[in-house]
């Protein structure tokens, strides 16, 4: 009986370490002086759920400000905006950043992760006098299904079939997107009928429709007129295959959409050394800087 006590309370004590382990890291933003912050601005609403995101706005005495929009990762099921960090790159160039979150596919399927992140963007283009942001230098970025996200939100464009609950703005676009191990097409089998739950867990009901897969994959929706994009990837990643990356710069080469591929040696999925992570965020800033919009 002792033996069976002492098991139990083993076992309790492994669940609560294992369930301490699984707590997000919650992330306190710093911001330069001169900034503001407006946290859990609503900019969106469903069924039983509030879109909030927070926006940290540098001051308004030099002229409208590029904005970024952040989208975090987590296989479309977990992950939170208050995980989210390491802006003080966008900050020290002046940009406006908005963290958002976004519906998780156990409070809804696809496509309601996309209709978020259309709304968001939408909201930023509604309020840009307010916010004292240029519409013409919004950037749109994530990683993993956040960069997912950020490809969909921006390779829509005008395309208005998952902007159900934002109407009313028809002069949609971002400058860039900047895509970090992003899922670039969710029906991809070549890595086993799916590579995890997390895409059939998304998709629901349509995960046998191959027109509605397409539809929510950023592969099928490049164009020759689509936005920039800078791609990020780890050759070392278990979780998101580097070939996708691959097969989005190859669609983009070959309809002559500007972009910019960088690789992370031994990288995995999203997880870099703090130099390389250095090198990459100087990589994006250098990116945006070479966009039209920001000459």
């Known amino acids: 009986m002792k033996k069976i006590v002492i098991l139990f309370n083993l076992l309790v004590v492994a669940s609560f370490v294992y369930a301490q382990e699984e707590v997000p890291v919650i992330k306190k933003v710093t911001y330069p002086a001169g900034y503001t912050s407006e946290l859990n601005v609503v900019y969106t609403s469903a069924p039983g759920w509030e879109g909030k995101m927070d926006l940290y706005l540098p001051s308004k005495d030099k002229g ?3 904005a970024i929009i952040n989208i975090h990762g987590g296989g479309w099921s977990g992950g939170s905006k208050d995980t989210q960090g390491g802006f003080n790159t966008y900050f020290k160039a002046g940009f406006a950043v908005a963290n958002i979150a976004y519906r998780l596919s156990g409070q809804a399927t696809a496509p309601a992760a996309i209709e978020d992140t259309r ?4 909201y930023l283009i509604k309020n840009a006098k307010a916010l004292n942001i240029d519409v013409n230098k919004i950037i749109i970025m994530g990683g993993s299904a956040g960069g997912h996200l950020a490809l ?3 390779l829509l464009a005008n395309d ?5 609950n934002c109407p009313g703005v028809k002069n949609i676009k971002v400058a860039a997107i900047i895509d970090k191990y ?3 097409d969710v029906g991809d089998k070549r890595y086993g009928k799916f590579r995890s739950g997390s895409e059939r867990k998304w998709l629901g009901g349509k995960v046998a429709d191959q027109a509605f897969i397409e539809s929510v994959s950023p592969i099928y929706q490049v164009k020759k007129d689509s936005p920039p994009i800078f791609i990020a990837h780890g050759d070392a990643d278990p979780t998101v295959p580097i070939q996708q990356s691959i097969d989005l710069k190859k669609k983009l080469d070959e309809l002559g959409v500007k972009n910019e591929f960088m690789t992370i040696p031994d990288g995995l999925h999203g997880q870099f050394t703090s130099e390389q992570n250095a090198t990459l965020n100087n990589a994006i800033m250098k990116f945006i800087l070479s966009l039209k919009e920001f000459k």
Do not use: E, H, K
């Not at 208005?160 to 159900?164: C, G, I, P």
């Open 64 to 66: 409208l400000s590029p």
């Open 119 to 122: 709304c968001a963007l939408i």
């Open 152 to 154: 969909m939100g921006g």
């Open 160 to 164: 208005s079939r998952f902007d159900t």
């Open 182 to 184: 992003g899922i670039v």
